[in-house]
């Protein structure tokens, strides 16, 4: 099983720019969660899917971020335009259900930084 | 609203040490409890879960944590830690509600000195 599967592993863009974040969640999964870490604020959830539409994005932290999910083995998360203030590792993560229960699997992440 | 309070942001250690880390809880409810560690450069992985049951969990890697209902803690402990131990842990906390959401800790970097 390869796991949690993030891309790019680092990105470095300029304040102004669009990034696209992409991930694919382990087969199977149903429920797919964004995950922004940084120093200062930790491990913040952004946004969760489950079979493909988003449940709560309550976490997303303005307009400028975006979360799609087009089918079960792709999703995407845009900043659009980015700023310094977006530099952060962003986290994938994918259950099998969506069920409290279940164990969230992360990807290996994403290290973007905004100059 | 709904917290996890991790009170050791730093924790330094001499191997065959013993390790608490602390982990409290803001939620009145039903919840489940993970530990989550993060080795350097590497991405989260569980370390142990409480769903029900005996309060006394036991995880990968000789840890284990017991879940104290009455003081809503749900701390981590290991008899004798290693040098591969220096990581970053996460407690987390899932409500037992419609939003299925994970809660996470602001995390304790653990250092463990050969």
């Known amino acids: 099983d390869a796991g949690v599967i993030q891309s790019p592993r680092h990105e470095v863009t300029e304040m102004g720019q669009e990034v696209t974040l992409r991930c694919k969640p382990i087969?199977?999964?149903?429920?797919l969660f964004w995950y922004r870490q940084t120093m200062m604020r930790g491990l913040e959830l952004l946004i969760y899917?489950?079979?493909?539409?988003?449940?709560?994005d309550s976490g997303m932290p303005e307009d400028r971020f975006s979360a799609k999910m087009p089918n079960a083995s792709f999703s995407t998360l845009k900043i659009q335009p980015s700023e310094p203030r977006d530099s952060a590792v962003y986290f994938c993560?994918?259950?099998?259900?969506?069920?409290?229960?279940?164990?969230?699997?992360f990807g290996p992440g994403t290290r973007l930084t905004v100059l | 609203a709904q917290s996890v309070s991790q009170h050791n942001h730093h924790v330094i250690l001499s191997e065959a040490a013993s390790l608490e880390l602390g982990c409290n809880y803001s939620?009145?409810?039903?919840?489940?409890l993970f530990w989550y560690v993060q080795y350097p450069g590497q991405h989260l992985q569980l370390l142990l879960k409480?769903?029900?049951?005996?309060?006394l969990v036991k995880g990968i890697k000789g840890f284990e944590a017991e879940f104290i209902k009455s003081k809503f803690s749900f701390n981590l402990r290991k008899p004798s830690v290693q040098w591969s131990d220096t990581a970053e842990y996460f407690c987390?906390?899932?409500?037992?509600?419609?939003?299925?959401?994970?809660?996470f800790g602001s995390g304790t970097r653990l250092l463990v000195r050969p």
């Open positions: 993560a994918s259950s099998p259900r969506q069920d409290p229960h279940s164990e969230q699997f």
């Open positions: 087969s199977g999964h149903n429920s």
């Open positions: 899917f489950n079979n493909n539409v988003p449940i709560d």
């Open positions: 939620y009145g409810g039903t919840v489940n």
């Open positions: 409480y769903f029900s049951g005996d309060p």
């Open positions: 987390a906390v899932n409500l037992m509600d419609s939003s299925y959401k994970l809660i």
